[in-house]
T-cell receptor, first 114, second 113 residues
Framework: AQKVTQAQTEISVVEKEDVTLDCVYE???????LFWYKQPPSGELVFLIR??????QNEISGRYSWNFQKSTSSFNFTITASQVVDSAVYFC???????????FGQGTILTVHP | NAGVTQTPKFRVLKTGQSMTLLCAQD?????MYWYRQDPGMGLRLIHY???????AKGEVPDGYNVSRLKKQNFLLGLESAAPSQTSVYFC????????????FGEGSWLTVV
């Protein structure tokens, strides 16, 4: 069975601080996909990134960066110079390749104070 | 450019009532999913479909039924609603699951009193 664990339930930072959200996963599949989604207060799920199990290259997109380490089964997400608009719930998720079923972590509530 | 559309967005039900949530996608996707989101638990898969006429159980299927009579629609039914089914329901779809983007609807807030 697959499992995703997000270590932090809630994180509170002050604007312009850097913040890292941790994600650890468990799977027996050799091919799988990892995702991060953002859920703002309005409730919709916003896709942030997808990474397949064969691509351990880290990625940077603006203030966002992701560190995928297969050796430690981790897929951590860093926001640099956080802003109030980053306040949201962030979900890490794991998908198996056959049917695309997602297993979500419990989410991390990020609050960025001005 | 509708993407994935869920109806209704909000509903209050009395215990024992029945209702159907409709998910419609206009992207010709084969795979569709229903998830529920509860506080502190992330999203959990209820049922899914790998094509028109197919359905399969997910992690938490009890109390729900689904149908995929048309490729673009995936219906989630509650035959006899219970307070434990108070949740936010998300529909999702993808063309094929090999690493493609999974598109989510905006969510349906259901309260059972």
């Amino acid at each position: 069975a697959q499992k995703v664990t997000q270590a932090q339930t809630e994180i509170s930072v002050v604007e312009k601080e850097d913040v890292t959200l941790d994600c650890v996963y468990e799977t027996r599949d050799t091919t799988y996909y990892l995702f991060w989604y953002k859920q703002p207060p309005s409730g919709e799920l916003v896709f942030l990134i997808r990474r397949n199990s064969f691509d351990e290259q880290n990625e940077i997109s603006g203030r966002y960066s992701w560190n995928f380490q297969k050796s430690t089964s981790s897929f951590n997400f860093t926001i640099t110079a956080s802003q109030v608009v980053d306040s949201a719930v962030y979900f890490c998720a794991l998908s198996e390749a056959s049917y695309g079923k997602l297993t979500f972590g419990q989410g991390t509530i990020l609050t960025v104070h001005p | 450019n509708a993407g994935v559309t869920q109806t209704p967005k909000f509903r209050v039900l009395k215990t024992g009532q029945s209702m159907t949530l409709l998910c419609a996608q206009d992207m010709n996707h084969e795979y569709m999913y229903w998830y529920r989101q509860d506080p502190g638990m992330g999203l959990r898969l209820i049922h899914y479909s790998v094509g028109e006429g197919t359905t399969a159980k997910g992690e938490v299927p009890d109390g729900y039924n689904v149908s995929r009579l048309k490729k673009q629609n995936f219906l989630l039914g509650l035959e006899s609603a219970a307070p434990s089914q108070t949740s936010v329901y998300f529909c999702a779809s993808t063309v094929v699951p090999t690493g493609n983007t999974i598109y989510f609807g905006e969510g349906s807030w259901l309260t059972v009193v």
